[in-house]
């Protein structure tokens, strides 16, 4: 459920979809090509997988040869020929790379995946060459030190002040050896980074348990049955079901499975991914990446890794972090141990001696579930087939913005299960594009995100945005249709609200565009969604059965919340014991290289975890922090929870959740995208800050009113 921001770099991006002058051989590629589409959108009838390694080839060397331009201008250094020229550079790079990391994340293939091994790094050097160019840093610096004579709007300052603070924080001041030893932790960082990625794909996908009694499946679902068995053929056996450490695969044996000896080793498996002390063991490459990212911090004048990457968060500091944190650690430690003590009488009462495991936890809690609220996912899922859910996200855009989607047969798509939409305002007029790819497929890597194939901005003219969401949701068959859990159904809404976060964007450049916000702001638009999605009046409009067309029962609503509700301690405690290992591995302030498995251990032990939650992520497998761009960042989706409950509250208590004066200046928070800071955003948007009281009630630790 992520917004892609990929390579950190790629969030200053450029791109347009205006005609340029190309020369006959770029002219070739489609890529490299201008694109006669309606609303420009990419020609992916025209684009081969091979097409992508020689354009982000010769799209590199154009922006070398633009970077080249800038920096060899005679003309004094300016705002236009600096500031605004260095921003507008590198178009095709960015273009091409965005449609190659789009591409590769939903509709891979070997050709794709090659280019990927061969690209990337040249993609962190090149960055690398203009984030620490001297002499192009020497004329942003002459912009930026006569800033207070120049009389430049607020946009055009922020550009500049920006762009000056990125390429010092990117270490472009470091001199000599300094600068040779950054450059060789980047190199070493990126490379390691590829291989606890690759490590942990392969260890995970390796596991099976193959299970050959029939009794050992409990109370599994038909269709879950079935994907276990094809999983089993696949896997080279002739008859049983097999098991993998994916998550739709694991949860529901550890829900089901009556067999604990079974659950057990599944679980073992899944917690022990990448710390086997085999050839595919994380432990090292991790902590070599902690130790030689403390090194590039201090080279840059920070004391952690964390004092580095949140200067540019809401939160500022670690200590804002760890502020934020700690309000809620209490309250959600307590209910979990209170569900524990419920949990473990369970197993004591099947004659189980001894504590409950964290296998135990999943399996107890479905018996509740299904005990207590008499609750089962099967009954929701015929009120949730996938367009009913999906025209219920856009009836909701409809509701607060006036927006309206139109489908378009006519534009070329990467896969043919892939939607298009034109989205346009209520006036008519045309506001962007939109791509919908909801069903899973082995070219597609595995969760939900969104991402823009093109951002707005509006330098010269208006570029309006084109954006997709993604899924992996089963396909309909032959009179089965694509029936989502409740979860699932939430994911749409969520994917949906980065979507509108890059559609609704009107900025002047796109380095500020949409969902190009801090880390820490960027789940916010996306979270508060979730709210809207499961209000009763909501449900209305979309929570109807796939086959009668009624909406959903109101108790059948209310017994889903009981239950979906029940456990929120332990799934506040187990993200939450994640985002503390997250600070603990970022704020190390030595570069002496730690031992994991203690290390984890310390961390855990500092805030009281019961050794039946274990972090939803352990260090080895924490791709997040250790291959993705969350480093010092997992707390973000908490952070953004606090802004999300806080807005979605003063909406309600307005009286109107579709308030049309607040939908005004929520609106109004999204165009802004990053043009400004995430405090002064929430400021100008509620004319307050954020208050953390409604999330505390939403969680159940606090009483509401
Ligand atoms: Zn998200």
């Known amino acids: 459920m992520t917004k892609t921001l990929l390579l950190s770099f790629l969030i200053i991006i450029v791109s347009c979809h205006n005609p340029e002058k190309t020369t006959t051989k770029m002219n070739k590629n489609p890529l ?11 020609p992916f009838d025209k684009i ?6 020689p354009a982000l080839q010769q799209a590199m060397e154009l922006h070398n040869n633009e970077i080249a331009t800038i920096v060899n201008n005679k003309a004094k250094p300016s705002f236009k020929n600096t500031i605004e020229a260095l921003e507008l550079s590198g178009q095709k790079y960015y ?31 090149h960055n690398d060459e203009i984030q620490l160019n001297e002499a192009l840093f020497k004329r942003i610096k002459a912009v930026y030190d006569k800033k207070d004579s120049l009389t430049l709007s607020n946009d055009d300052l922020f550009l500049l002040e920006e762009t000056y603070k990125g390429y010092v924080k990117a270490g472009v001041n470091l001199q000599g050896a300094n600068k040779t030893k950054l450059k060789s932790i980047n190199k070493e960082l990126a490379a390691l980074k590829i291989q606890f990625a690759a490590n942990l794909l392969d260890e995970t996908n390796a596991y099976e348990l193959h299970v050959t009694a029939k009794e050992d499946l409990g109370e599994l679902s038909e269709s879950l049955v079935a994907l276990a068995a094809e999983e089993a053929k696949k896997r080279g056996h002739q008859s049983g079901w097999s098991f993998t450490l994916q998550r739709p695969s694991i949860n529901p044996f550890l829900a089901t499975s009556p067999n604990r000896e079974l659950r057990n080793k599944l679980y073992h498996a899944s917690a022990m991914r990448g710390d086997n002390d085999n050839a595919k063991d994380n432990k090292k490459v991790l902590e070599k990446i902690a130790s030689l990212r403390v090194a590039k911090a201090q080279l840059l004048g920070f004391d952690s890794w964390a004092d580095r990457v949140l200067v540019d968060n809401m939160a500022a500091t670690p200590a804002h972090v760890y502020n934020l944190l700690d309000k809620l650690w209490s309250p959600a430690l307590a209910m979990a141990k209170k569900d524990e003590k419920a949990l473990t009488k369970m197993l004591h009462n099947d004659d189980i001696k001894g504590a409950l495991n964290g296998a135990d936890w999943r399996y107890y809690v479905a018996k509740i579930r299904a005990k207590k609220y008499n609750f089962n996912e099967d009954e929701t899922k015929p009120y949730f087939e996938f367009t009913r859910v999906r025209d219920g996200a856009f009836n909701l855009a409809n509701k607060l913005f006036g ?35 909801f069903f899973a497929r082995e070219s597609k890597k595995g969760g939900a995100w969104m991402n823009e194939l093109r951002a707005q901005f509006n330098v010269a003219h208006f570029v309006t945005p084109i954006v997709t969401n993604n899924f992996n949701f089963p396909a309909p068959t032959a009179g089965n ?11 749409v809404f969520h994917e949906f609200g980065h979507a509108l976060h890059g559609l609704l964007s009107n900025v002047k450049y796109e380095r500020f ?30 929570a109807k059965h796939y086959k009668t067309g009624e909406v959903i029962p109101p108790d059948l609503i209310a017994k889903m919340n009981a239950a979906n509700s029940f456990d929120e301690g332990f799934r506040t405690v ?16 030595t570069t002496a290289l730690q031992e994991t498995r203690s290390f984890e251990k310390q961390a855990m032990d500092k805030i009281g975890l019961i050794p039946a939650i274990i972090p939803r992520y352990r260090s080895t497998y924490y791709s997040h922090i250790f291959s993705g761009g969350y480093s010092s960042g997992y707390y973000a989706y908490m952070w953004s929870e606090v802004l999300d409950a806080d807005t979605f509250n003063t909406f309600k208590q307005s009286g109107d959740i579709f308030n049309p004066i607040l939908a005004k200046k929520y609106r109004a928070m999204l165009a802004a995208g990053g043009s400004k800071k995430g405090e002064q955003l929430y400021q100008d948007f509620l004319g307050r800050a954020p208050k953390i009281e409604p999330l505390l009630i939403k969680k159940g630790f606090l009483k509401g009113k």
């Open 32 to 42: 490299l090509a201008s694109w006669n589409t309606p609303f420009g959108v990419p």
């Open 403 to 437: 927006l309206t989607f139109k489908a378009r047969k006519d534009i070329p798509t990467w896969h043919k299960d892939q939607q298009v939409f034109e989205v346009l305002e209520a006036s008519g007029k045309h506001l962007g594009v939109i791509y919908m790819d």
């Open 95 to 125: 273009q091409v790379s965005k449609l190659f990391f789009a591409v590769t994340a939903a509709n891979t293939d070997s050709i794709l995946k090659a280019t990927e091994k061969e690209i990337v790094p040249a993609m962190t050097a």
């Open 513 to 542: 565009s949409g969902t190009n916000v801090p880390r820490d702001f960027v789940e916010f638009p996306s979270q508060v969604m979730e709210n809207w999605m499961s209000e009763p009046k909501v449900l209305a409009t979309y």
């Open 48 to 53: 081969k997988s091979t097409d992508y390694l």
């Open 481 to 491: 249709p694509s029936l989502l859990t409740f979860r699932e159904a939430q994911t």
């Open 574 to 589: 187990e993200y939450m014991a994640a985002a503390y290992l997250d600070m603990k591995w970022h704020t190390l302030k």
